[in-house]
């Protein structure tokens, strides 16, 4: 008896976990799509986009190796259409990246993907009042926002999933994951 219940747990759970993980991949597959309308990167001849960003320190803080970070983490996924490099010429820029104390806004950062350039803005009260709402913002919470605005400007929108680095709200993802991966390869 004690076997056959055994048995039946045990075939019970493995049920649980196929259908929580089928359910899991339908919830990703749903957010691949979840882009919007935006002005999307040009593309060389041979379908590369090219992004040169110039970065623009206004305030205290220096987020220029979080946006590194971030451009190299964009640019080494599977199959990435992306070559992310800095210019020191804001005029050849594609991408403005500018940091500032732009006040209590409500966001660390915000893309602006239907300009030209695009610009990213990273907002440095939220790291000269940490901790805001129990959350303390620091460098690498910057970089996940770069990371994120980046998303924007190549046209992922936002979803919930805790996972993605376009997950609704703040996370610390530092690396796009495979509902990310599956939306640029989706656009691009």
Request: with cysteine; charged share 25%.
């Amino acid at each position: 008896m004690k076997k056959a219940a055994k048995i039946s747990l045990m075939t019970f759970l493995a049920a649980i976990s196929i259908f929580s993980s089928t359910g899991l991949a339908a919830s990703h597959r749903l957010h691949y799509d979840t882009y919007f309308n935006y002005d999307e990167w040009p593309r060389s001849n041979s379908g590369t986009i090219y992004i040169d960003y110039y970065y623009s320190k206004n305030g205290f803080y220096d987020y220029r190796d979080e946006i590194k970070d971030a451009s190299d983490s964009w640019e080494n996924i599977e199959s990435s259409p992306f070559v992310i490099s800095k210019t020191s010429n804001e005029s050849k820029a594609n991408l403005i990246i500018k940091s500032d104390d732009y006040g209590d806004t409500g966001w660390v950062g915000r893309a602006y993907y239907n300009r030209d350039p695009k610009e990213i803005r990273l907002n440095e009260w939220y790291h000269d009042n940490s901790p805001v709402n129990g959350h303390s913002y620091r460098y690498s919470c910057y970089e996940n926002t770069v990371l994120h605005e980046l998303g924007h400007t190549h046209g992922l929108d936002h979803y919930d999933c805790p996972d993605e680095v376009m997950h609704t709200t703040h996370n610390h993802v530092l690396t796009p994951n495979d509902g990310d991966v599956q939306g640029i390869h989706n656009i691009y």
